[in-house]
């Protein structure tokens, strides 16, 4: 079995690496490696750069292979924000409800047509031979209201058409098969299959 770092603290991110990477990896957070007290700082301006930034560090200081993501919602309508601003929208310590309640207030009255928005996740693997990345995405639309009680974030209101149903709506094992996460590590894992 292999093991790799999530640089992260969140739990939830870990369990859905584990689940889409299958049982042949050990994925352990910051916490669960030893580094409570680690913070990266996400100054970055892009997806790609906050990605690196937090494989590239955790790696130097753990010297086991680093996985990192930075992911977020944007939104057309916004131009593309919240982007990399996505987990701290509505402040640096808002929770999931404060952050979708500003996304809905920001999108009141805006027609349907006008509601789309892409969740985009960068993968990055830091490792002894440098620092690669891998983009997925994954596009819908945002609802006038909370449906659904599965996932966290924004999937309670990130309405993806094909299923006819928010992310939290859809529960994890099908959420796992198409969410921009998932499409960044299958193609993370694709790499890790060849190399």
């Known amino acids: 079995m292999?093991?790799?770092?999530?640089?992260s603290k969140?739990?939830?991110?870990?369990?859905e690496i584990r689940q889409i990477l299958g049982e042949d990896y050990q994925i352990k957070t910051m916490d669960e490696a030893g580094l409570e007290n680690f913070e990266?700082?996400?100054d970055e301006l892009t997806f790609e750069e906050n990605a690196k930034k937090k494989a590239v560090q955790v790696y130097q200081k753990v010297g086991i292979p680093t996985i990192a993501d930075d992911s977020g919602l944007c939104v057309n309508f916004l131009n593309g924000a919240p982007g990399v601003?996505?987990?701290?929208?509505?402040?640096?310590n808002a929770t999931d409800e404060m952050n979708i309640s500003k996304l809905l207030n920001a999108l009141h009255?805006?027609?349907?047509?006008?509601?789309?928005?892409?969740?985009?996740?960068?993968?990055a693997f830091a490792d002894k031979n440098g620092c690669k990345l891998?983009?997925?995405g994954c596009k819908g639309y945002i609802t006038n209201e909370k449906r659904g009680t599965s996932g966290f974030g924004y999937d309670p209101v990130f309405y993806y058409p094909e299923y006819h149903c928010t992310l939290a709506e859809l529960g994890p094992e099908k959420k796992n098969l198409i969410s921009h996460r998932a499409k960044a590590l299958k193609l993370f894992?694709?790499?890790?299959n060849l190399s």
């Open 134 to 136: 891998f983009r997925g």
């Open 40 to 42: 990266v700082v996400e």
């Open 85 to 92: 601003h996505t987990a701290r929208f509505a402040g640096e």
């Open 10 to 15: 969140n739990k939830h991110k870990a369990e």
């Open 189 to 192: 894992a694709k790499s890790l």
């Open 109 to 123: 009255g805006v027609k349907d047509d006008k509601r789309g928005a892409e969740f985009v996740c960068v993968i």
């Open 2 to 7: 292999k093991t790799f770092i999530l640089a």
